[in-house]
């Protein structure tokens, strides 16, 4: 009989509750008691019709004041919120892929960051008609990371990688005009948009929210991804453990924390020195353990088997253990809470990004020319703090699974291979996977991602839906703190292919897979897309046509909204838990929940029940095999 078990979100809550008696004691502040005192939150803000883009108000719309100062109703000013909040996302995640486009340029033979992964160098150069006989490698690296830096501001043309998608849906973009230009065009065309006095059209702000994140997962966070993978090498499965468990007493331990994984590679380099880890030993610990929160913990967790010490939602708690020596972050996500609170324990916070700078941290400034040391600087920090730990505070909660991560969109591709009997003539198609599908051994694919939020019980939603889709055999892709939250509870574990249905589990055996595959981080939301593209035109249909939807039951953020602009914009319908503060307006909801099907094919359902989040989604796949007769 297997021991395997998964762990319940009520494990969790335990821990973190043994966890806060600790804060308690030092008189630390959490997220928990933050969330009573913002409570009952503001209603205007929840339904997205207080409009403040200019001094004249803030305005507020009621049943008495149905208009703002300048004559702008509810839809208007619920659509220029969410065009706002769209643009912060598809800002943030596309900056985040010019970091990359940057370190890639700063690569070299000789310097911090070298390419990892050549091939794929050569097949993306190729893609752009990027001349590759006879260059150096680095000099072909300069060339692509350049002609990279050039999708954020070129003067003409749509995106690079928007021809990765099937032509029918490339002819849906240029038709209904959602071909996104240069990608910080389409930022600030949003923010130009949504100014004072420009557009109030719900229509126009909605195509306009599509386009600025189609801009973001076709284009800056698809650079993030595949320049990546150039620079770090691209995910293959590999074993790792999940849960706060993993952080271990007796060593110094340093948490990366954030999205960038120049800082966490780097990182993770020099801790694996032979002379760090004996400097360690001289300062009393056994070695060191590096651990992830949120996405670098994700992309270090892909290529390097590093741990992920939790998601979002926990972040508070490795301080909370005592046993955090620093806490080194780069940008997104992280908790400002995280100054204070390291204050009161001996953990040092660093930060090292001047996007992401706040008080009460050490700024160690990380960039790609000093990365090394740099990162030897924190670590040594991080080592010689490690005497400076309150035993009485220590408590790591001894709570931690197995997880098989690295399913990139390459090695899915390989490992599906051998699930079919049949052979497969060309490698890197998708057919294994269509045929699993068409079958109807599998009846589809969930991309489940986003964050976990206070809004809704913190995990809950993600394990629950991915328990329901794995019993009804559909296959579940995961990434950001969705895919923590899986790893978390045990499903990233290949014995979990023994609460899935007879045919996952036959394909789990086959493959050898767990049930829920670990795509990666936020940005590799655009591998889900290259994976969707890909089965797509191997079967001949759209995106639209296949049996498998998106899902972002906890997500909580600007990003994630651009996320879920670029999936529908893609042909996916996405299910959310949480509402994008656009309640408040009736032609909003129209048009995000239908409207937006005339355009891209693919819209929004937003549901708070997890049980009928489930079903319709479920439903959903259905509805798209019968359609296909299958
Ligand atoms: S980290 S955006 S909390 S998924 Fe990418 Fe997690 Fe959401 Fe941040």
Redesign the pocket.
């Known amino acids: 009989m297997s021991e395997f078990r998964l762990t319940t979100v009520e494990e969790f809550e335990a821990a973190t509750a043994r966890l806060l008696e600790t804060g308690a004691k030092v008189g630390a502040d959490s997220w928990q008691a933050r969330v009573k005192n913002q409570t009952p939150h503001c209603k205007f803000g929840e339904e997205g019709i207080c409009c403040r883009i200019c001094t004249m108000g803030p305005c507020r719309i009621t049943k008495k004041a149905p208009r703002g100062i300048c004559g702008c109703d509810v839809h208007g000013i619920v659509g220029r919120n969410y065009l706002k909040f769209t643009a912060g996302g598809s800002a943030t995640h596309s900056d985040h892929g010019r970091e990359i486009c940057h370190t890639l340029y700063e690569s070299s033979a000789d310097g911090c960051y070298k390419v990892k992964d050549p091939e794929k160098l050569v097949r993306i150069a190729k893609e752009w008609d990027i001349e590759t006989e006879g260059k150096d490698i680095y000099d072909l690296a300069h060339e692509v990371a350049l002609e990279g830096l050039m999708e954020y501001g070129k003067p003409f043309g749509t995106q690079r990688f928007l021809k990765r998608a099937p032509e029918s849906q490339q002819k849906l973009w240029e038709e209904n005009e959602l071909a996104p230009h240069a990608i910080d065009r389409e930022v600030s065309r949003s923010l130009h948009m949504a100014h004072m006095g420009c557009s109030s059209k719900p229509e126009a702000l909605v195509k306009q929210s599509i386009r600025a994140g189609l801009s973001d997962g076709w284009g800056g966070s698809m650079m993030g991804t595949e320049f990546s993978d150039i620079l770090f090498g691209t995910p293959k499965p590999i074993e790792t453990e999940a849960n706060l468990g993993v952080m271990v007493e007796e060593n110094v331990n340093i948490v990366v924390h954030g ?1 960038d994984p120049s800082l966490s590679e780097m990182i993770c380099e020099v801790a694996d020195s032979p002379e760090m880890v004996a400097y360690a030993k001289e300062m009393g610990a056994k070695g060191i353990t590096i651990s992830g929160v ?2 670098t913990s994700n992309e270090v967790a892909m290529r390097r088997g590093i741990p992920m010490a939790g ?2 939602l926990q972040q508070e708690n490795v301080v909370l253990t005592g046993a955090c020596e620093a806490i080194v972050v780069d940008v ?2 992280i908790f400002p809470a995280l100054g204070p609170l390291s204050k009161c324990f001996h953990t040092k916070f660093i930060t090292t990004s001047p996007i992401a700078q706040m008080p009460d941290s050490d700024f160690i400034r990380f960039d790609a020319h000093t990365a090394l040391e740099k990162a030897t600087q924190i670590v040594k920090l991080a080592i010689e703090n490690f005497k400076n730990r309150k035993p009485e505070l220590v408590y790591i909660p001894q709570m931690k699974q197995k997880a098989t991560v690295g399913y990139s969109t390459e090695a899915i591709v390989k490992v599906l291979d051998g699930v079919t009997n049949s052979q497969v003539d060309e490698l890197g198609t998708t057919k294994p996977l269509l045929q699993c599908i068409t079958s109807g051994v599998l009846r589809g694919a969930v991309a489940m ?3 976990n939020n206070p809004r809704v019980r913190p995990d809950l939603a993600h394990i629950e839906l991915m328990k329901k889709m794995l019993a009804n055999d559909i296959i579940v892709i995961a990434s ?3 895919a923590q939250a899986a790893a978390k509870a045990g499903l990233m574990d290949k014995a979990a292919k023994d609460i899935c249905g007879d045919g996952l589990k036959r394909v789990c055996e086959l493959a050898d897979i767990p049930p829920v595959l670990h795509m990666g ?2 940005v590799d939301i655009s591998r889900m897309l290259v994976l969707a593209a890909t089965l797509a035109k191997d079967a001949g249909l759209r995106i639209s046509q296949l049996p498998v939807v998106g899902c972002a039951p906890e ?3 600007e ?2 909204v651009s996320i879920g602009n670029y999936v529908i914009g893609s042909g996916l319908d996405t299910f959310l838990g949480v509402d994008p503060y656009a309640s408040g307006s009736s032609e909003m909801v129209e048009i995000l929940t239908n409207g937006t099907r005339q355009w891209c094919e693919a819209a929004f359902t937003v549901e708070k029940d997890i049980e009928k989040l489930g079903d319709a989604m479920m439903a959903r796949i259905e509805e798209k095999r019968a359609a296909l007769g299958i």
């Open positions: 999205h949120c996405c998601n979002f997104q996500c991602v986003g964050c950001g703190c969705s981080s936020c997500w909580m953020s990003k994630a």
